[in-house]
């Protein structure tokens, strides 16, 4: 009888050791329906505001809105993050710019319109002094 005696108690034991943890859980916590995550529209303007930071610890010239930022790059103001992607002047050189792109380097005529890992570039004015741009997602 000691056996039966020991297994019952065993089983009892790793029973009770599998529904305490859930004790723990009562169930009681209010359920407010908001999420822990952040909304499509909050990680946008997250975004645009690390955009925009970033932009004015570098001296950069960035203007965001959504999905879209202009940008202006020089020697003085060589390099930005934007829209989660490093951009850096390059140089001119024959009314071409270099820039370079995370870590790609591309070029983009004054008017030309240049893919660049996630970002599309539109080159707006290229000149010796300053390259001006859009840059927008896909």
């Not at 089983?11 to 859980?25: H, K, T, W």
């Not at 240049?114 to 741009?133: F, Q």
Request: aromatic share 0%; net charge negative.
């Amino acid at each position: 009888m000691g056996t039966r005696h020991s297994r019952r108690s065993a089983i009892v034991l790793a029973g009770g050791l599998l529904i305490a943890p859930l004790a723990a859980c009562s169930g009681a916590e209010e359920n407010t329906g908001s999420s822990v995550l952040p909304s499509a529209s909050e990680g946008v303007e997250s975004a645009t505001s690390a955009a925009a930071s970033a932009a004015e610890d570098a001296n950069a010239d960035v203007d965001c809105s959504g999905t879209s930022c202009t940008v202006s790059l020089s020697p003085d103001a060589a390099e930005v993050e934007v829209l989660g992607t490093r951009l850096a002047y390059e140089g001119v050189q024959d009314g071409e710019a270099t820039i370079a792109v995370g870590n790609r380097t591309v070029t983009c005529a004054e008017g030309e319109s240049v893919e660049a890992g996630p970002l599309t570039l539109e080159c707006t004015t290229v000149s010796e002094e300053s390259i001006s741009m859009t840059a927008s997602l896909g």
